[in-house]
């Protein structure tokens, strides 16, 4: 909320974005969105932010309505902008924005902005789509001004303006947007239960000769592959177990539905492959510790070194995900529920459903 309201002139402008990096962005750029909206509006703006989960409709549309009712907190608001971490499309093309002049109401998808998404493009894409909503009373040289390079405006049939980009790289850049708002690095610590599971198992390769043997007959290739397989093997069980992969459920669904699972799948691998690598760098530091490398060459029969230990960790960093992770899921429900854009989604008509009861 406010802690002051703003002058009778002032422009007062209400930024929802949706709890998380949208958040935190807008955050970040709020000060230096205020500033460039005042010299290219030539007059005082306010900008207050809410973070909130924006409800949608079964088509996935943004409900406006939504919005509206989280700016009636507000004594004033002329401009509310929406900043969702859904993904959206129009035409076969990525939608970065959307634009509703009468309204004075604009969305914008945070995952269309790609995933190495900064303050500065956040508050370049909110600027925009506030000038856009003045263009009519602006010079050409301010609205030329907020042009973006990588999108393109172009309006629509309802008298709203829709900004957005190709298909190809902004098809990728949304991809990309997807899997940093899943946040991948956040959700490694939320299997610390598979990890002590999988630390469990694995650390019985330090220990048993048999592992060392099988590790050095290995081929560098062979023993690759089935680090490879083991990593693919949790992230498939912790999908399909979790219930985190989404089905279509009727075709205008169809593209956002891919969107979904493709960034589900990255997400999850990454984060398993993360465990991996913790896993395998604490074994790798056990055996060093413990296996002493006289007796590691009297076992497998030839002198041991530095791959001979690495070799170890690798093999017992995969059993270990394999046999011990498995079966093992999230640490709670509610790390579940916030693990993905589907999961998301479905809290999101969750709490719609409870509230319209």
Request: proline letters at 4%.
């Amino acid at each position: 909320m406010p802690s002051h309201p703003a002058a009778p002139d002032a422009l007062s402008i209400l930024v929802v974005a949706d709890p998380g990096l949208p958040t935190r962005r807008v955050l970040s750029g709020r000060d230096d969105l205020r500033a460039e909206l005042a010299r290219d509006l030539d007059r005082e703006v306010e900008v207050m932010v809410e973070s909130e989960l924006i409800r949608t409709d079964q088509d996935d549309r943004i409900e406006l309505g939504s919005a509206e009712r989280i700016a009636d907190r507000y004594e004033r608001v002329d401009v509310v902008l929406v900043l969702t971490e859904m993904p959206r499309y129009t035409d076969g093309r990525p939608l970065v924005a959307g634009v509703f002049p009468e309204q004075r109401v604009a969305v914008i998808s945070c995952p269309t902005l790609g995933a190495w998404v900064s303050a500065d493009r956040v508050r370049s894409v909110l600027a925009a789509c506030t000038v856009q909503m003045f263009a009519g009373d602006l010079p050409g040289k301010v609205t030329r001004r907020h042009r973006l390079r990588w999108a393109r405006w172009h309006e629509r049939e309802d008298g709203s303006r829709a900004l957005a980009s190709s298909p190809v790289a902004g098809g990728a850049r949304l991809i990309g947007g997807m899997i940093v708002a899943n946040e991948p690095w956040r959700t490694a610590p939320r299997l610390s239960g598979a990890f002590m599971a999988a630390f469990a198992t694995g650390a019985f390769g330090i220990f048993y000769n048999s592992i060392w043997r099988m590790s050095d007959a290995m081929h560098p290739a062979r023993l690759l592959l089935v680090a490879v397989a083991a990593v693919l093997s949790m992230t498939v069980w912790l999908i399909l177990s979790n219930g985190l992969w989404d089905r279509r459920e009727h075709s205008r669904r169809a593209a956002i539905v891919l969107l979904y699972n493709l960034s589900t799948v990255v997400t999850i691998f990454l984060a398993v492959l993360a465990l991996y690598l913790m896993l395998l760098v604490l074994i790798l530091i056990g055996a060093t510790a413990v296996i002493a490398p006289d007796f590691m060459s009297e076992v497998i029969g030839s002198p041991a070194g530095a791959v001979n230990y690495v070799r170890i960790a690798v093999f017992a960093a995969a059993m270990g995900v394999v046999a011990g992770a498995l079966g093992s899921g999230f640490d709670s429900e509610a790390d579940r529920r916030k693990i993905t854009h589907g999961q998301r989604e479905r809290q999101r008509r969750l709490e719609d459903d409870e509230e319209r009861g």
